[in-house]
């Protein structure tokens, strides 16, 4: 009996959502990054494995490590390889910054669409840093900006709302490159925030412009866009979870401080009852973990109708799970998402006065709205294919996940 090594699926998934998730993704990668850690304990487990297998498994470890290493080119810029190599980390973060750009690529064609009708400045300034609209997808671009973020940031991590700030030791981890990875994907989140808000006023300025054209079709107004404060929200959240997740821990501290107390007054024949509660409160003091208190009940915390897991996009099976970098996964999902969803109000808005935009030659503008996030990955120059097989056995035999 050996392990058996699964075929791997070349195909990456292909959704069609307008708010994509990146689990299925996420998902797509994580299967192939678990493999080497099962073959490395069925090898620590099986020291007598003939030559031939042990070299198969061997191989399998290669490929799939070449692969991941491969990925910092084939992805660029949005798969970026850490100085601490966390795979699964690096393709949620990868997905989560091409779902970013899809939700930029859109509006910003867009307003180029516009800007044959009335001006339009693509140069914005986010988080002090000046950029061009019309280069933000590129890879040069994506880069020069990261760099800047590193070189300061210090500066660029303190424009952050303190609810958006993971890694600086609170949670566990002090880690400045996973902290100048957090402050990029704010500043992406920050530009789709200002490329909604400018299309907003965008499409204002064309109402004005043709008013009697707006006026005689008797369309739905242009809604107000969305506000909710995301930060105090999610800040909110965590003070009041962490809170009780504190105070039970120090309630089972306090409870088997108080038996250690009473046991010593007691006869040896008393004792008996009280040292096994004494010694089951410690087995659950042992257990008890405040971050992952946090997780289950963060999952389960509301916005907007949905609880955090599903903004995620749902459960990831995963075989490195750290607590922090769990707690901030499900934070940024609810800031990202909410940003996502103003933009996807203005969309819904789009598709009830299609009428209008026709009537001024912007039926184009219309024709971007059925772009998933397949077509626009594509665009972006995504292969849709991975270049990864695994040597099988010839034989069959029963496996051992």
Request: charged share 30%; glycine share 4%.
């Amino acid at each position: 009996m050996t392990i058996a090594i699964p075929q791997i699926n070349t195909a990456l998934p292909c959704s069609s959502l307008t708010l994509p998730t990146k689990m299925e993704y996420v998902q797509f990668y994580n299967d192939i990054a678990m493999i080497p850690s099962k073959i490395k304990v069925y090898l620590t487990q099986n020291p007598d494995l003939d030559s031939d297998d042990r070299e198969r498994l061997d191989d399998t470890i290669d490929r799939i490590e070449k692969f991941f290493e491969g990925q910092t080119e084939i992805l660029s810029p949005w798969w970026t390889k850490g100085k601490i190599r966390n795979w699964q980390k690096e393709s949620r973060d990868a997905w989560s910054h091409l779902i970013d750009d899809y939700h930029v690529y859109i509006p910003v064609k867009m307003m180029e669409l516009i800007s044959d009708i009335i001006p339009v400045s693509f140069n914005i300034s986010v988080m002090g840093v000046s950029i061009d609209l019309l280069k933000i997808l590129e890879k040069d671009e994506q880069t020069r900006i990261k760099n800047q973020i590193s070189e300061n940031l210090d500066s660029f991590y303190s424009m952050i709302p303190e609810s958006f700030q993971y890694y600086k030791g609170e949670f566990g981890i002090l880690c400045n490159e996973w902290k100048a990875q957090l402050t990029w994907d704010y500043f992406k989140n920050e530009v789709i925030k200002m490329c909604t808000d400018t299309l907003h006023s965008l499409f204002g300025k064309l109402i004005e412009k043709f008013q009697d054209i707006w006026d005689a079709l008797g369309l739905p107004s242009l809604p107000a866009l969305l506000e909710f404060d995301v930060a105090e929200w999610i800040e909110e959240q965590i003070y009041t979870i962490k809170n009780k997740a504190e105070n039970r821990l120090k309630t089972m501290e306090e409870r088997l401080e108080s038996l250690e107390n009473e046991v010593k007054t007691l006869v040896e024949d008393e004792k008996t009852a009280i040292q096994e509660r004494i010694s089951e409160l410690k087995v659950d003091i042992q257990n008890f973990s405040v971050n992952e208190t946090i997780i289950a009940m963060l999952k389960d915390r509301e916005l907007f109708g949905l609880n955090l897991l599903d903004v995620l996009g749902g459960d990831v099976e995963t075989n490195v799970l750290i607590g922090e970098v769990q707690i901030e996964e499900l934070v940024r999902a609810a800031r990202d998402w909410f940003a996502q969803y103003r933009k996807e109000l203005i969309n819904q808005w789009i598709e009830k006065v299609t009428a209008f935009f026709e009537a001024i030659g912007l039926t184009a503008l219309v024709d971007l709205l059925t772009l998933t996030f397949c077509d626009v990955i594509k665009l972006l120059g995504v292969p849709m294919t991975i270049d990864l097989t695994l040597p099988q056995r010839e034989e069959s035999a029963d496996g051992v996940q």
